[in-house]
């Protein structure tokens, strides 16, 4: 236990999506697993501070609201906090307060899963906790998943605990691992001179479309076994720097990913996405379940002006970002 705090201050990253996404979907692994995906945290974030609160019998929380409880947790709208704090047996006296650097509601890059690792963190911390990242992420799960009954997967929570670039796995009895791609610092660097990332302006609801691959989970098993496949070749395609291995296999991904749920793509993202590859793009996709939300391409360093002007020339805009290697950190408790 380390002394209990007045104030906390978490930061916990986002994350992209290379190759994977929906083999951690529990209706896939649990029956076919493995599953496996390739994901990294980016330097863009949520920050979630946990304060005492003025009044001990009472609970504050702020997002883009603000809720006040004067009886019980019960009151609280928020799922993952309130959830969060009755894991961690917070009954009142605290106040809880969000900010995001990026568009994130219903954008494809984790925000809720990131969200719930931020709280949890800075709920342990404000507790005295000391926690890793493997309980983290497991408890990120347990409230997302198990307690709310949300749809989605586990890439979210793990890649929001461990920060940097991973090969994760999940078996069928929910066991999970984290391998750490082997990128040094000059590797990494040259990566993310690839990789460009554009927000479309549209959200959406993953969980919808989870729900939608899961009903027809069993048309699809031999498309997910691909994807399976595909991420761990792109996972050693990233380690050689193989950039046209790398966009040929997300593109792959992306082709089988539009098949597996109604919903994934429409006109205009197709458009997009067919735009970015005549302008140079090797590859990329939607991220998270797809039908809005932030889409993220590989592009040669010399092509990324060219690419950018024909998106913003179709409405979209680039959001700078890099693959880091920080996973959820307390940056202030005091």
């Known amino acids: 236990m380390m002394t ?14 290379f190759a994977g996404g929906g083999t951690d979907l529990p209706a896939f692994y649990r029956r076919h697993g493995p599953g496996a995906c390739v994901a990294g945290a980016i330097n863009k974030g949520i920050f979630v501070m ?21 009886r019980s947790l019960d009151e609280i709208a928020h799922g993952t906090i309130r959830e969060s704090m009755r894991m961690l047996n917070i009954p009142s006296g605290i106040q809880v307060i969000t900010a995001t650097q990026m568009p994130s509601r ?26 890793g990242p493997h309980q983290l992420a497991r408890e990120a799960v347990r409230v997302e998943r198990e307690i709310l009954k949300e749809a989605g997967g586990i890439q979210d929570q793990y890649t929001a605990a461990y920060g ?32 460009m990332l554009f927000f479309t302006g549209v959200e959406r609801s993953s969980a919808a479309i989870h729900a939608r691959q899961a009903d027809a989970m069993d048309e699809h098993l031999a498309d997910y076994d691909r994807m399976r496949a595909i991420a761990v070749e792109v996972a050693r395609a990233i380690e050689r720097l193989n950039y046209p291995e790398i966009g040929r296999l997300m593109d792959e991904n992306w082709e089988l990913k539009k098949t597996l749920a109604e919903g994934v793509t429409d006109d205009r993202v197709e458009r997009w996405y067919e735009a970015a590859k005549k302008a140079g793009a090797l590859g990329g996709k939607l991220l998270g379940a797809g ?25 979209l805009r680039p959001k700078p970002i890099e693959i880091g290697i920080d996973g959820s950190q307390i940056i202030h408790a005091g």
């Open 4 to 17: 209990r705090s007045d104030a906390v201050v978490s930061r916990t990253p986002f994350r992209v999506t």
């Open 50 to 70: 946990v304060v005492d609160n003025f009044s001990s019998e009472e609970i504050r929380v702020s997002y883009r609201i603000t809720e006040d409880a004067k």
């Open 106 to 131: 219903g954008t494809g890059i984790g925000s809720s899963s990131s969200c719930a690792v931020g709280v949890l963190n800075a709920l342990h911390a404000w507790r005295g906790d000391r926690v």
């Open 164 to 195: 940097g670039l991973n090969l994760i796995r999940v078996e069928k009895d929910d066991t999970v691992s984290v391998q750490s791609l082997n990128l040094d610092h000059d590797a990494l660097a040259a990566l993310n001179d690839h990789l």
């Open 291 to 315: 039908g809005g939300g932030f889409l993220f391409f590989v592009v040669p360093p010399e092509r990324r002006a060219g690419l950018a002007r024909t998106l913003e020339r179709m409405g």
